[in-house]
């Protein structure tokens, strides 16, 4: 195994427990990992933006491929840093509507056409099937019922123009049991995605484990405990 | 009986902790074997994935980072080891900039494994910036988009790329995604305008979020968390990282329901013996 792969293990467990430390209580050594955690993120994605855009998108077509109309794009962007100077920071506003400008065109009809119009069109569908054999009702058709009710009830429960009695109100329960069933399918999701995460770094904290990578993960658990009843001490007032 | 209920309603949430992760920790040492079902949604992708011809272009899109990796990752293996197996050619991109290393890394593993060459066989494109502008330029011009692969090589000096112009020539599209630029930017900015099929993985926290596409068939199937990895490894017929990890994941959930159940219970038994006892 190289050397790198084991340095790289060790430091992967290391900041791992340090982090998980924190289920115990909050703590220092809790937040030096919090801290290094930010820098890296930052420091990693400030270098991928670097070299992804101003060296790859920018400066090289520029410089190798002659695309000298890049320097238009590239002075809005400028015009944007203006805002760190409060006299011209109005310049900042050329840049922000051209972005919203764009923004706004290229995004409205795509979203409008795949999140309004087409799930309409999902909403809409035949609620019996008509085959050779007769008419039938099927599950397939039970389904798209629910789906019928369920976004009726829920636009009746969110249409606040009419006061929700009689009839209306019986309706926008029914929406509300539908938000319901969909909040608790949601956070079944959600605990099965956080105990995923779980499950993928207890996977790696049990790999670390073996002689291979020096026994990492035992090493530096104990090391932790230790931190920790070290920080407990120091903490204790002195009687 | 009421202090015991007392005191399970009490319980330190360290505890809770401990018992969630010995419940985690225990079926990856012991593997328990729980059964698999596969569901239809995932069941699609990988018809569809049987169906293409050899030598087909599949893109696949590793919207995540290293947040996502313990869901996606074993999602992008067992989806590159089955194009593979059926010998389409892999394109690779990310629109994540953490995502190009752990893309990289899957990429190699599968390729290395199944013998596959690259430029040949599969191509890392690497990060493309710019969310759904990455998507639109690569729609308008591919090689613009991307003049260089992840390791620098011309995108003119590429086999696998002699013919792609722009996304048109892409026929399906598969999207890991961890969140926003993902499955959606793809179908918004992608599918809607270049007419290729598009499949999804997403975290299990998203997936409720992907349903209504589904539904609608604006994507043709989709792989929910690692649960949906594992049953794609079933069908594969591999038993990978995501197999591993359901026995652990089940004895979580059961341990979840039992808590929820039991406070539950302990909670409104307890008001009834106070209410009696005052």
Redesign the interface.
């Known amino acids: 195994m190289s050397t790198e792969t084991l340095i790289g293990a060790w430091v992967a467990v290391g900041l791992s427990l340090l982090i998980y430390s924190f289920l115990y209580k909050d703590n220092p050594f809790f937040k030096l990992a919090e801290h290094i955690f930010v820098g890296v993120s930052i420091g990693y994605l400030l270098t991928i933006t670097y070299y992804q855009v101003m060296v790859n998108k920018l400066y090289l077509p520029m410089m190798q491929q002659g695309k000298w109309w890049l320097v238009i794009p590239a002075f809005l962007g400028m015009l944007m840093l203006s805002r760190f100077i409060p006299p011209i920071a109005w310049l900042s506003r050329i840049s922000f509507a051209f972005l919203l400008g764009i923004s706004s065109g290229l995004a409205i009809p795509r979203q409008i056409s795949s999140f309004i119009l087409q799930q309409v069109q999902g909403t809409i569908k035949p609620l019996i099937t008509v085959g050779d054999s007769g008419v039938m009702f099927t599950f397939a058709n039970l389904n798209s019922l629910l789906i019928l009710i369920g976004v009726v009830s829920v636009l009746f429960y969110f249409f606040f123009s009419i006061e929700h009695t009689g009839p209306v109100r019986r309706v926008a329960r029914i929406g509300i049991y539908f938000l319901m069933i969909s909040f608790g399918a949601a956070f079944g999701y959600t605990v099965m995605a956080r105990m995923s995460l779980l499950i993928g770094r207890l996977d790696e904290l049990v790999l670390y484990s073996s002689a291979a990578y020096g026994h990492a993960t035992l090493v530096l658990l104990a090391a932790m405990i230790l931190g920790l009843v070290w920080w407990e001490r120091r903490q204790r007032p002195e009687s | 009986m009421h202090r015991f209920f007392l005191r399970l309603l009490r319980l330190d949430r ?1 505890i809770i ?1 401990l018992l ?2 010995l419940a ?2 225990l079926p ?2 012991f593997p328990l074997g729980f059964p698999i079902r596969v569901s239809p949604e995932v069941k699609k992708i990988y018809d569809h994935v049987e169906s293409l011809p050899a030598g087909t272009l599949v893109l696949l899109s590793f919207d995540f980072e290293p ?1 996502g ?3 996606l990752y074993p999602m992008a293996i067992a989806l590159l080891r089955h194009a593979f197996q059926r010998n389409l050619k892999v394109l690779g991109v990310t629109l994540w ?2 995502g ?1 290393g752990l893309a990289e890394a899957a990429l190699a593993q599968v390729a290395r494994e199944q013998s596959k060459a690259r430029g040949r066989d599969f191509v890392f494109l ?2 493309a ?1 710019g969310e ?1 502008n990455a998507v ?1 330029s690569m729609g308008q011009d591919f090689r613009a988009a991307f ?2 692969d992840y390791a620098g090589t011309e995108i003119a000096e590429i086999p696998l790329l002699m013919n792609v112009r722009s996304l048109r020539d892409i026929p399906y599209v598969l999207s890991l995604s961890v969140g926003f630029p993902g499955i ?1 930017t793809w ?3 992608g599918k ?1 305008k270049y007419g290729f099929e598009l499949g999804g993985g997403c ?3 998203s ?2 979020r992907f349903y ?1 596409l589904l ?4 994507i043709n199937g989709l792989l ?4 949906g990895a594992a049953e794609y490894e079933l069908l594969i017929g591999t038993q990978g ?1 995501a197999i ?2 359901m026995d ?2 089940s004895a ?2 059961f341990l ?1 329901i039992f808590l929820i159940v039991a406070c539950n219970a302990a909670y409104f038994l307890t008001g009834r013996t106070t209410a009696r006892r005052s």
């Open positions: 360290r902790f969630v992760g985690t920790l990856l040492l947040g990796k313990p869901e900039p953490a190009a690497g990060y910036p759904a639109i003049p260089t959606e179908y918004v900015y809607e975290t299990a926290v997936a409720p209504p539904n609608t068939g604006q929910g968390g690692l649960r990282k591993a990890g652990a994941q979580t959930h979840i």
